[in-house]
């Protein structure tokens, strides 16, 4: 069983503030990395991802990877209460048997209050 | 709207009853996917279709059966269910099913109710 472990939360933070997600995997062969952003009865959609180690940018979101620790990271940077979601950790194998499957994590609520 | 639309949005039956679940990509993809959400539950995928060929099929009970007449379409046939099959079923496509960057495009779910 390929495991994705996040904090399921909720983790709250002020406006304005860095919120800092974490997810951790169990297979090392993982290869690609993903962060979904899912709103109360809506569907995931993806934030970014990451395949390489080290930092990936894009806007106010910044992914952190460390494959030797098998830790990935979301960094939230000036959070609005807009971001106010659940994330969800989603890893990639591309190999065999498990070709194209993403196995998700439970997600971290992450709450931005005003 | 992300290219996959997902019919009906909501469901209820009964434990006896036959439905079906409708997927419809505009995306020119050729994987589609079904999955189902649970509370407190990670995604759990469901089944994998790849050119309308199933490629994995996770130890789903019979009680569920998937269609993909073509590419752009995804079924999954719905019989004698039981209350703890009550959940968000996604579907979700994407461009093949290899690559480091290959993103998974969800459907809005469908909530299905099982009484």
């Known amino acids: 069983q390929k495991e994705v472990e996040q904090n399921s939360g909720p983790l709250s933070v002020p406006e304005g ?7 951790t995997y169990s297979d ?32 106010r979101f910044t992914a952190q990877l460390n494959k030797a620790s098998q ?35 439970r997600g971290t609520q992450l709450t931005v209050w005003p | 709207e992300t290219g996959v639309t997902q019919t009906p949005r909501h ?15 505009h995306l020119g993809h050729n994987a589609m996917y079904w999955y189902k959400q649970s509370a ?5 995928l469901m089944f994998v279709y790849s050119l309308e060929e199933r490629v994995e099929n996770n130890s789903v009970p019979s009680r569920f059966s ?3 007449p073509n590419s752009s379409h995804l079924f999954l046939h719905l019989h004698t269910l039981q209350p703890e099959d009550s959940a968000l079923y996604l579907c979700a496509s994407s461009q093949g099913l290899s690559g ?16």
């Open chain 1, 71 to 105: 830790y990935v990271s979301l960094l939230i940077r000036d959070s609005q209460p807009s971001d106010s979601a659940t994330y969800l950790c989603a890893v990639k194998q591309d190999r065999g048997s498990t070709l194209g499957r993403l196995y998700f994590g």
């Open chain 2, 100 to 115: 480091f960057d290959n993103e998974q495009f969800f459907g809005p779910g469908t909530r299905l109710t099982v009484l």
């Open chain 2, 40 to 44: 407190k539950k990670p995604l759990e």
């Open chain 2, 11 to 25: 469901l209820v039956m009964g434990m006896t009853n036959k439905k079906s679940l409708k997927c419809e990509q």
């Open chain 1, 28 to 59: 090392r062969g993982s290869q690609s990395f993903f962060w979904y952003r899912q709103y109360s009865g809506k569907s995931p959609e993806l934030i970014m991802f990451i395949y390489s180690n080290g930092d990936k940018e894009d806007g």
């Open chain 1, 17 to 23: 503030a860095i919120a800092s997600l974490n997810c």
């Open chain 2, 66 to 68: 998937p269609e993909c």
